[in-house]
């Protein structure tokens, strides 16, 4: 296992080739076995402390990797390193970025800083970890730079992006992207900060490491780089769930769901949520607290592509078909178990987690040696409560009626989802979109230019998360590019105006006017669409007073039961009315308002321009219509 018998066979930077000569080791992982071992140290212990000696702190412990009959178990010893910094991410090259400079935060070159993490890794034992970029099949030849002792973070990576076997990697293997980790900076350079720098060129994406929290690297890191080689070629990973919807007659649709965090891309992929009787609670009245129920026999089934990224690479389209085609960009999926509190939540990952396949990596849950680590019992932080992210990697593979992840997919329904708070005409507020909006291209694409995070988002820690619309931007990934913000805008324009046959629809969960409905109308939509093949008539549309919302259903029947109007068309509630409805569109078209102008730059397309100024003079949709029809609506 330890060997440098394949070092030759990569092509690197001179500086970063002499700096892994003189470490003390390389080890490779020639299996997947092989890797999740040294995880637990080289004593393959059932309980591995992760430490550095920092100077003037002694030997810091990061983290602790517990040995658990379903895999490895590890907890971060402050709460801060349970979860991603949103702030974490710094640009260390002079290439155009619209994101915070190195030089500019810290006040001196990323080349000074880079040396000396090049030096650290030469004093050493150092895992070298080839992968994909993107996936197995589609992927970018990528590496990792990894201090032994954090193995975890190695094996999380391959997790995520699919182990390569060093048996595999072929002479004059030249990276696309390199992550090197480097924990101790976090202290000595950082303040305990999780720090992530990006150095771009045109043919190499470095992403530098300073901490072990996975998140913002091995992860969004990745995604990071995707969206980097994208703009080099003329492509985007979009920020989405996907899936193909098997209707009980067996004909198959593909949805896409994008959103800011908290907008609903997991829950695309799950069944419908039912009551002990197995109704459907479609809305709950937030004033007079009525319930409304539906019956639904046998629902669509679940075949999921991909969870969090997927990528539309240029090589995969089909310009005929005049639809989008996606690939998962991902192999493992690091899915969060907050909602996992008791057993019996979700048998579907409990089946997975507690019998794997082949043993999983679970983080900041409460691990016991040799014992079998349980999703719903989760690490208790310093305030006495169950740590709000607990996480595993699960890859593909495991998950049931997966689609390969070989062949594209070609998406006929694009949606977006928003956390919608509650709304009536007492207290009104943006609440007010109805179940399923219909638009056309050029409102799809200012809904991801804004992106709106909404109401109460839980995937965000942000003191002003409960008060309502945050522009998360581009896309919703643009927390995660490290370019510039107009560029990405003009390709997710580019790719929504060629791809006309692909349906964009809006849809709102937690509320729709007074009703409290959870992600119920993204269920209902999915089953609504897939028995349609996903079209929609003219006939059963009524245009929204809110030109922003394009088109309302005005009629709604699933398995031969209607879906009451006042959830499609939310101003015809009693306690919503058009005027609360009214006043609702006016918070969101005012927000839109404010973050749209940034856009308007010499660089944005003419196209875009002149969609934003619709916006922002209060053009009716007709005028949207006239730039991007919508021929998919017969």
């Known amino acids: ?55 003037g702190l002694g030997t810091v412990k990061e983290a602790e990797v517990v040995r658990c009959k379903n895999g490895c178990v590890v907890n971060f010893m402050e709460d801060y390193m349970r979860r991603r910094d949103p702030n974490s991410m710094a640009i260390g090259d002079e290439l155009p970025t619209d994101k915070p400079r190195f030089e500019d935060v810290y006040g001196y070159k990323f080349s000074k800083l880079r040396q000396e993490t090049m030096d650290w890794l030469a004093t050493q034992q150092i895992i070298l970890l080839p992968f994909k970029a993107g996936g197995k099949y589609y992927g970018y030849d990528s590496l990792m730079i990894c201090p032994m002792n954090a193995a975890f973070f190695a094996l999380s990576l391959a997790n995520m992006q699919g182990f390569e076997s060093i048996f595999d990697v072929k002479p004059g293997f030249t990276p696309r992207g390199i992550i090197y980790v480097a924990p101790p900076f976090r202290h000595t350079h950082f303040s305990g900060k999780q720090v ?22 091995a992860k969004k890191g990745v995604f990071s780089m995707l969206l980097d080689i994208g703009e080099h070629e003329g492509w985007v990973c979009c920020h989405t769930s996907a899936a193909m919807v098997e209707t009980p007659y067996e004909n198959e649709i593909v949805f896409m769901h994008e959103g800011a965090s908290g907008g609903g891309k997991s829950e695309m992929l799950e069944d419908f949520h039912r009551e002990d009787d197995d109704r459907l609670l479609i809305g709950t009245h937030t004033v007079t607290g009525e319930k409304y129920y539906m019956t639904l026999g046998e629902s669509c089934k679940i075949h999921p592509i991909a969870d969090d990224m997927a990528c539309a690479l240029k090589s995969i389209q089909d310009p005929t078909s ?50 079998t680590c349980l999703i719903w019992e989760h690490v208790i932080e310093s305030n006495g409560k169950p740590c709000s992210n607990p996480r595993v990697i699960i890859p593909r593979g495991m998950i049931e009626n997966i689609v390969p992840g070989n062949k594209p997919q070609e998406v006929n329904v694009r949606s977006f989802g928003v956390r919608m708070p509650p709304s009536t005409a007492a207290n009104p507020n943006y609440g007010v979109m109805g179940l399923v909006q219909f638009v056309p291209a050029s409102i799809a694409w200012l809904w991801r230019l804004i992106a709106p995070r909404g109401f109460k ?17 581009v896309g919703s990934y643009w927390p995660f590019a490290t370019g510039m913000k107009v560029t990405q805008a003009n390709m997710l324009l580019h790719q929504l105006m060629d791809t006309p046959e692909t349906l964009n629809i809006l849809i709102p969960n937690q509320h729709i006017g007074a009703y409290n409905v959870g992600f119920m109308g993204e269920w209902l939509i999915r089953e609504y669409l897939a028995r349609r093949s996903g079209t929609v008539r003219m ?9 922003l919302f394009g088109y309302s259903l005005d009629e709604m029947k699933i398995d031969g039961q209607y879906v009451r109007q006042t959830f499609l068309r939310p101003e015809l509630q009693s306690k919503l009315g058009f005027e609360g409805f009214d006043a609702g569109t006016k918070i969101l078209t005012d927000f839109f308002k404010e973050q749209l102008p940034q856009f308007l730059t010499d660089d944005l397309d003419p196209v875009g321009r002149q969609i934003i100024e619709l916006c922002l003079n209060d053009a009716p949709l007709e005028d949207y219509l006239a730039i991007t029809p919508m021929h998919n609506i017969k």
Not at 22 to 43: D, H, N, R, S, V
Not at 196 to 217: A, C, D, I, T, W
Not at 356 to 370: K, T, W
């Open 1 to 55: 296992m330890y060997t440098d018998n394949y070092f030759n066979r990569f092509e690197l930077a001179p500086e970063v080739a002499e700096a892994l000569k003189k470490c003390k080791c390389i080890a490779y992982a020639e299996t997947k076995e092989e890797l999740q071992e040294m995880a637990y140290g080289p004593t393959h212990t059932s309980r591995y402390d992760v430490v550095y000696p920092i100077e």
């Open 196 to 217: 992530v720098v990006h150095q771009r060129s045109e043919k190499l994406h470095e992403v530098f490491s300073y901490n072990l929290y996975p998140g913002p690297s």
């Open 322 to 371: 005049g639809k989008l085609r996606i690939l998962d960009a991902e192999n493992g999926w690091f899915l969060r178990m907050d909602g996992m509190n008791a057993y019996g939540n979700n048998p579907l990952y409990e089946r997975i987690c507690i019998h794997p396949s082949e043993p999983l990596e679970f983080f900041n849950m409460d691990g016991v040696p040799n014992a």
């Open 457 to 473: 988002n839980p995937s965000i820690a942000d003191s002003n998360a409960g008060s309502g619309l945050k522009a998360e931007g």
């Open 539 to 547: 006939k059963h549309l009524a245009k929204s007073r809110c030109p």
